[in-house]
Nanobody, 123 residues
Framework: QVDLVESGGGLVQAGGSLRLSCAAS????????MGWFRQAPGKEREFVAA????????LYADSVKGRFTISRDNAKNTVYLQVNSLKPEDTAVYFC????????????????WGQGTQVTASS
């Protein structure tokens, strides 16, 4: 069992930045692919970014490329999402997820999920 806890969300003005963290416990996730997803009210949960277990391969949704950066520190069992140049349309609950497979944008490939952290970008 892997438990994931997200933190770092908040309310910022459009154009601002946040650093989201996802701390894993229960089992080391150093061999897991990790992903970030988000869900806005009334919308489907959508892919944001993913990273291979080694950190050498990353994948991003087109809507966040160049603004968001996913990274991981396997020694700390933690994954990060740096979110820059926030837009009002980035407002959502952001979820961290872990997969025993490869880094993919498909939510059903992920086996463990956190409870989410709210990110709100005001215009």
């Amino acid at each position: 069992q892997v438990d994931l806890v997200e933190s770092g969300g908040g309310l910022v003005q459009a154009g601002g930045s946040l650093r989201l963290s996802c701390a894993a416990s229960g089992r080391t996730v150093s061999s897991y692919a990790m992903g970030w997803f988000r869900q806005a009210p009334g919308k489907e949960r959508e892919f944001v970014a993913a990273i291979r277990w080694s950190g050498g391969y990353t994948l991003y949704a087109d809507s966040v490329k160049g603004r968001f950066t996913i990274s991981r520190d396997n020694a700390k069992n933690t994954v990060y999402l740096q979110v820059n140049s926030l837009k009002p349309e980035d407002t959502a609950v952001y979820f961290c997820a872990a997969s025993t497979g490869i880094a993919t944008p498909r939510r059903y490939d992920y086996h463990y999920w956190g409870q989410g952290t709210q990110v709100t970008a005001s215009s």
